[in-house]
């Protein structure tokens, strides 16, 4: 079912610069209508950062990232998750290919900033990351797309390829009557201290990650 029509508040030019030299400039646009009431936004990039016009509906699907925000990733470089290098590596592909990023205020995959800090001191207790969300009294993903699909409506995006190696976004996305022509894995950024978080999200969230068997053995 597709949510209620959300519009374009505002958009303006802004140039990005990542730690590693990698710029570029992105057109991001803010909303009104947003059920949730948060500042939600979205990052035109490639040709996607010119002016906004209509969609023709003779075009190819648009390649779009939905990206959770992650203070600790994607700000302080934190290698505890792969946040900040998927957020990276998201920009410098839509950059080359023209899409959206949709920057999501879901933090800890929804519960906020500092229960997911909560969470990590679980974590340092033995449990993993799902685990953990279930013991503060959380879900174990509470993230809903349903902002997603408003800010592509007022876009004027109604097919994506969606970049992304987490299957319940494309199902929810579709629920809400956007169509994800087909799904883009991401990389796999793999490092010794999130091996256990990556190979829990491929083993109970079903995220398309093929980690190896130095990964697949962190849960062992």
């Known amino acids: 079912m597709s949510p209620a029509p959300a519009r374009i508040r505002a958009h303006v030019l802004v140039p990005l610069g990542f730690a590693d030299g990698f710029g570029t400039t992105a057109r991001v646009f803010t909303f009104d209508g947003l059920v949730d009431g948060r500042e939600h936004l979205a990052l035109g990039l490639g040709d996607r950062a010119a002016a906004p016009r209509p969609t023709d509906a003779h075009e ?5 990232r939905l990206h959770s ?10 290698r505890r998750c792969d946040c900040g290098a998927q957020l990276r590596e998201s920009v410098e592909r839509l950059d080359a290919s023209g899409g959206f990023l949709l920057y999501l205020r879901q933090e800890g995959r929804g519960i906020g900033l500092y229960p997911k800090l909560d969470a990590y001191v679980l974590q340092d207790r033995g ?24 800010m592509l409506g007022a876009l004027g995006v109604s097919r994506v390829a969606l970049l992304s190696n987490n299957p319940d976004k494309a199902e929810q996305l579709r629920r809400l009557g956007v169509t994800v022509a087909h799904r883009v894995p ?15 999200k491929a083993e109970r969230g ?8 130095e990964g697949r053995s962190a849960t062992s």
Not at 69 to 78: K, M, N, Q, R
Not at 130 to 145: Q, S, T
Request: aromatic share 8%; glycine share 10%; net charge negative.
């Open 206 to 213: 079903a995220h398309t990650l093929d980690l190896g068997a």
């Open 186 to 200: 991401t990389g796999v950024h793999l490092s010794d201290s999130n091996a256990h978080y990556l190979a829990t």
């Open 69 to 78: 925000e992650c203070l600790t990733g994607d700000v302080f470089g934190s």
């Open 60 to 64: 190819g699907p648009t390649a779009t």
């Open 127 to 150: 449990l993993d990351t799902y685990e953990a969300n279930l013991a503060l009294g959380y879900d174990e993903d509470e993230r809903d797309y349903t902002v997603a699909a408003q």
